[in-house]
């Protein structure tokens, strides 16, 4: 998410820009139903992130038509189930191969129904929409392989969402240096606010729940908190190329699902890797 550092809203954002209650409210009961689904049957975890993931995947696929690109949402929403299941009960090889599966099958979708024309866009789109972000969520599966694959799983989200909690606070109270016209509102010192929380949110969890060095929970955060900006701004990239201000609004005060997944897919892989070498 950005940091909310300007403007003001008529729905009780002040200066953020942003409804903060709801915001709280909607955070705190998506928080509940992930851990109440991810520390009883992991199963259920991984039916609220293809939910979630295939809300963001129709805003996407939604986004793309307002510019005339089709991207066909039904074969983009197979991939994306059985995505997930291959890496969960398969592997990564699995979830590569079932990739390039429906990667082909996109593009044999799109040659019989619509014609030449448009034909690489449409194509090129779709198998973007593939991937981001189902292809890359499905890396959560990955990380709920293992015994202990809650509590890494807990942790990837936790430093994901400390990234957004510390830049915001950190950008409304101090944010002065414009970091990037891609996002004017992202500060260079909300980045500060959301590497520190990171960081210690990281070291804090992966020292209790996986008994790991504190070094390698800083590691992990510190990465989570550049790989969560770097999502923000890709969202923030696709959003000023198509010409819109938002993907979504499900959410009250904070928009669309890929407006919480878009930190969440970019920072999935790298925290796998880190945790696959570390533990």
């Known amino acids: 998410m950005e940091d909310r550092t300007a403007g003001t809203?008529?729905?009780g954002g002040g200066r953020t820009g942003r409804n903060l209650p709801a915001a709280i409210a909607v955070g705190v009961g998506l928080g509940a139903l992930v851990l109440l689904t991810l520390y009883t049957i992991k199963e259920l975890f991984?039916?609220?992130l293809v939910a979630a993931v295939g809300v963001g995947t129709l805003e996407l696929v939604k986004a793309f038509g307002t510019r005339g690109i089709k991207v066909p949402a039904a074969p983009v929403l197979a991939g994306l189930v059985v995505m997930q299941a291959a890496a969960y009960w398969g592997g990564a090889v699995w979830l590569v191969a079932?990739?390039?599966?429906f990667a082909f099958v996109l593009l044999v979708w799109r040659m019989f129904s619509d014609?030449?024309?448009?034909?690489?866009?449409?194509g090129t789109a779709s198998v973007f929409t593939l991937f981001y972000p189902p292809m890359l969520a499905a890396f959560a599966a990955l990380l709920l392989?293992?015994?202990d694959g809650d509590h890494r799983v807990l942790i990837f989200i936790a430093v994901t969402v400390a990234s957004d909690i510390g830049g915001y606070a950190a950008g409304v109270l101090f944010g002065r240096h414009k970091m990037t016209a891609i996002s004017p509102k992202k500060t260079w010192e909300g980045f500060a606010g959301s590497v520190v929380a990171c960081v210690a949110v990281g070291a804090w969890l992966v020292s209790w729940l996986l008994h790991g060095a504190l070094w390698q929970g800083a590691v992990i955060g510190a990465l989570a908190a550049l790989l969560a900006t770097v999502g923000d701004l890709i969202e923030s990239?696709?959003?000023r190329d198509l010409g819109i201000k938002d993907l979504g609004s499900i959410l009250p005060g904070h928009g669309g699902l890929m407006d919480r997944l878009?930190?969440?897919v970019t920072t999935l892989v790298p925290v796998w890797i880190l945790m696959t070498l570390f533990f």
């Open 46 to 48: 991984l039916l609220v």
């Open 145 to 147: 392989r293992p015994e």
């Open 237 to 239: 990239m696709i959003k």
């Open 98 to 101: 079932s990739f390039a599966v």
């Open 115 to 122: 014609g030449t024309d448009g034909f690489v866009r449409d």
């Open 262 to 264: 878009d930190s969440l």
């Open 9 to 11: 809203s008529p729905s």
